[in-house]
Every structure is written in structure tokens, then in C-alpha cells.
């Protein structure tokens, strides 16, 4: 079973820069969506940022330009550099992926279409 593991979160003051990481354990080819989310607190999940297998990139409207998602080569890790964060930034990220193969409908930025989920790691951006 694929684990995911983020690290990197921490306090930092509005218009720093964090950069998250995700430990992906088990990987199988079967994989074909690695994504970060957010979770504040009274608040829903939401879609930060996607890589395919294939390496292309999607962002939620909010974060593009500020948030970058990266792969190394060996897939084994996944990066979200996060620059100017904003207060708002503040949240639980998570780390996801998704198996994709036969499903009918697949959302690259619903977090309900993701199959596997790491623990989370805390960001808190103080103004």
C-alpha cells in the first residue's frame, strides 16, 4: 500500500516562503495524480496543487503563481515550494495520490477522488 509522508511545515510570517515535502513509500505505477491540500480549521478540504505521472502541473486558481509542485526523478518525493504565503495560507496540508486507471470520472482537484492520504503537516502563517 502506497504511505505518504509530508514534512516541512512551521510558523513562518506573512510573505515568507515554506518548502513542503511528501515521502512517497511503495510507489507503483499505478499511480498516476500526486497532489498537496489544505484543510483550516471550520473549513473544507481544498486542492492546492497536482503533478501526473506524466509531470504536468495543476493549481487551484488561488495559489498559482505563489505555489509550486515538483517531482524528483525518481518519484520518490514531492515538493511544494510555497512563496509570499499569506495568512490565509494557514492550514493542514496534505499530501495525496490517486489510482486513476478505470475509474469513469476522475477530478484532478477533488479531494474525494484521491485514494491515499499522508498524516499532514501544520503551516501557520502569523501577520
Known amino acids: 500500500q502506497v504511505q505518504l509522508v509530508e514534512s516541512g511545515g512551521g510558523s513562518v510570517q506573512a510573505g515568507g516562503s515554506l518548502r513542503l515535502s511528501c515521502a512517497v513509500s511503495?510507489?507503483?505505477?499505478?499511480?498516476?495524480?500526486l497532489g498537496w491540500f489544505r484543510q483550516a480549521p471550520g473549513k473544507e478540504r481544498e486542492a492546492v496543487a497536482i503533478?501526473?505521472?506524466?509531470?504536468?502541473?495543476f493549481y487551484a486558481d488561488s495559489m498559482e503563481g505563489r505555489f509550486t509542485i515538483s517531482q524528483d526523478d525518481a518519484k520518490e518525493t514531492v515538493y511544494l515550494q510555497m512563496n509570499s504565503l499569506r495568512s490565509e495560507d494557514t492550514a493542514m496540508y496534505y499530501c495525496?495520490?490517486?489510482?486513476?486507471?478505470?475509474?469513469?470520472?476522475?477530478?484532478?482537484?477533488?479531494?474525494?477522488?484521491?485514494?491515499?492520504w499522508g498524516q499532514g503537516t501544520q503551516v501557520t502563517v502569523s501577520s
Open positions: 495525496a495520490a490517486a489510482m486513476v486507471t478505470g475509474r469513469l470520472l476522475f477530478r484532478i482537484l477533488e479531494p474525494k477522488d484521491y485514494d491515499y
Open positions: 511503495r510507489y507503483t505505477a499505478s499511480i498516476q495524480y
Open positions: 503533478i501526473s505521472a506524466g509531470g504536468s502541473t
